[in-house]
């Protein structure tokens, strides 16, 4: 379908993006999957195709290309069928290297942008606590300047690439107020634990305890107390990368049980052909691409410049939501080997459960809305 947004420019790198995910990562999907662990090669080759930088500083090793080149790589992202690998390379790229992009200090950029984007490096953003989850102001992990260093106590969980990640950008509690440190990993004082979930096993997920840990107090991102309104404001970019995922995602599902019911057969015939069957297909796809114009709406007004945080919401909470529902109904459609582990429809059912939790779970997303439609809440930038 033709596209306001995406120029021939645009289609051209989304092609590239989809052949390296199927000549060069793809065939390595299951072996990542058994290990639970994306190997450092995968990273430095991202690093070195640019796809770790598109929308960072030039002078950094980016492309600081325009968002809808971002938009293209993320729903080939989805689309190539891993939750795991989409789900790392996107807090890396989008999430913690956005913090340290957008407010951190030219050295802070040399030593950790950088690499990052080279893929020499991965990055975690940290935010959750065990006993702290969307309400981000509660979070009690502490961090108390100590002459040149801050002292980190406390604990996150469910922090994607936590286990593996090289630094973590953190949420800590400086005072009254909440702040952002990079915190290396190899830090003495931080220890991991590498977290089994029922899906994106590719993925690492940790819970990190902090014990004492001293950090510079150069590893400070942009001005003390201001960390809780940097992360609200790179919400929308997080929410919209979410939603650009799904899309891809659901793309790719729907591309999946539309070749199986092509070959399977039934009661003589194809199975492509039962009127159930394809009206319930037709019902998909008109809500897909109904999502994805609600999506690339929200992603045009982002690109302009608009803090478009009810846009950004709407989008999180539909796709969240309507990539369940593909994911449930494609796996319908094959039937008993749906449930098998050697068929990638249960690997996407598997790994887009958690979407209506991470990053924003679909309640808040409801909240959000609702406050801003019916109590004329209104949120500012802050970057």
Request: aromatic share 12%; hydrophobic share 35%.
């Amino acid at each position: 379908m033709k596209s306001p947004y995406f120029q021939e420019e645009h289609h051209l790198f989304r092609q590239s993006v989809r052949e390296f995910f199927q000549k060069e990562l793809s065939p390595h999907f299951n072996e990542w999957e058994e290990a639970r662990q994306i190997p450092r090669w995968v990273w430095k080759k991202m690093g070195e195709m640019g796809y770790l930088g598109l929308c960072h500083e030039e002078s950094y090793g980016g492309t600081d290309a325009d968002f809808w080149y971002s938009a293209a790589f993320l729903e080939e992202l989805g689309r190539a069928g891993n939750g795991g690998f989409a789900c790392a390379i996107s807090v890396h790229e989008y999430m913690a290297l956005n913090h340290i992009s957008r407010a951190g200090t030219p050295v802070q950029k040399e030593q950790f942008l950088r690499s990052g984007i080279a893929g020499d490096t991965i990055s975690a953003l940290a935010i959750s606590e065990p006993d702290v989850g969307s309400n981000v102001q509660g979070i009690r992990t502490s961090a108390t300047l100590d002459g040149d260093h801050y002292v980190v106590n406390g604990s996150k969980t469910f922090i994607s690439n936590g286990y593996y990640a090289d630094y973590i950008t953190t949420l800590v509690k400086t005072g009254d107020s909440l702040s952002l440190l990079v915190i290396p990993g190899k830090t003495e004082g931080v220890n991991r634990t590498k977290l089994r979930k029922m899906g994106w096993h590719s993925s690492d997920t940790a819970e990190i305890h902090f014990d004492g840990a001293r950090v510079p107090k150069e590893n400070l991102i942009g001005q003390e107390g201001m960390g809780f309104y940097y992360i609200m404001d790179s919400f929308q970019i997080e929410r919209l990368s979410a939603g650009l995922l799904s899309i891809g995602a659901m793309d790719g599902m729907l591309e999946m049980t539309l070749r199986y019911m092509q070959e399977r057969e039934a009661f003589g015939r194809s199975i492509r052909k039962f009127q159930a069957l394809r009206h319930r297909m037709a019902d998909l796809v008109t809500e897909v691409e109904a999502c994805r114009q609600l999506t690339h709406h929200a992603t045009w007004l982002f690109t302009q410049g608009e803090f478009a945080v009810k846009e950004a919401s709407m989008v999180k909470l539909h796709a969240a939501e309507l990539q369940k529902k593909v994911a449930d109904e494609c796996l319908q459609f094959f039937g008993g080997y749906g449930y098998m582990e050697e068929y990638p429809i249960c690997q996407a059912y598997r790994d887009t459960r958690v979407g209506t939790i991470a990053g924003g779970t679909s309640e808040i997303m409801r909240e959000i809305i609702a406050k801003m439609t019916m109590d004329d809440v209104s949120y500012a930038k802050v970057y």
